[in-house]
Nanobody, 123 residues
Framework: VQLQAYGGGLVQAGGSLRLSCTAS????????MGWFRQAPGKEREFVAH????????YYADCVKGRFTISRDYAKNTVYLQMNSLTPEDTAVYYC?????????????????WGQGTQVTVSS
């Protein structure tokens, strides 16, 4: 599975961004798509995930109510709509694919990763 993430950028606090991630290749190996982020000096942390089949979602507490993950099954694309952004959301955001239907929110549950896209929120 190859993943291409895009849509990052610079935004002021309180603003919004939408990230996209398109999957290609052996997409049938992917059961769940997730978004993670990594700020400088910090570990990679889970943000949200969505099941390709059924569309069930799961969010980290720190983004619940502000971020929305969705997917377009026909386009093999997953989106992360991020609203009410704060400087604490600044990080490189990665999309990832998991073969598990109910992966735990840990990077080791995901076997394919996109290249990452930078999100910077200014105060």
């Amino acid at each position: 599975v190859q993943l291409q993430a895009y849509g990052g950028g610079l935004v002021q606090a309180g603003g919004s961004l939408r990230l996209s991630c398109t999957a290609s290749g052996r997409t049938f190996d992917s059961a769940v798509m997730g978004w993670f982020r990594q700020a400088p000096g910090k570990e990679r942390e889970f943000v949200a995930h969505i099941n390709w089949i059924g569309g069930s979602t799961y969010y980290a507490d720190c983004v619940k109510g502000r971020f929305t993950i969705s997917r377009d099954y026909a386009k093999n694309t997953v989106y992360l709509q991020m609203n009410s952004l704060t400087p604490e959301d600044t990080a490189v955001y990665y999309c990832a694919s998991s073969p598990y239907r109910r992966p735990s929110p840990s990077p080791n549950q995901y076997d394919y990763w996109g290249q990452g896209t930078q999100v910077t929120v200014s105060s």
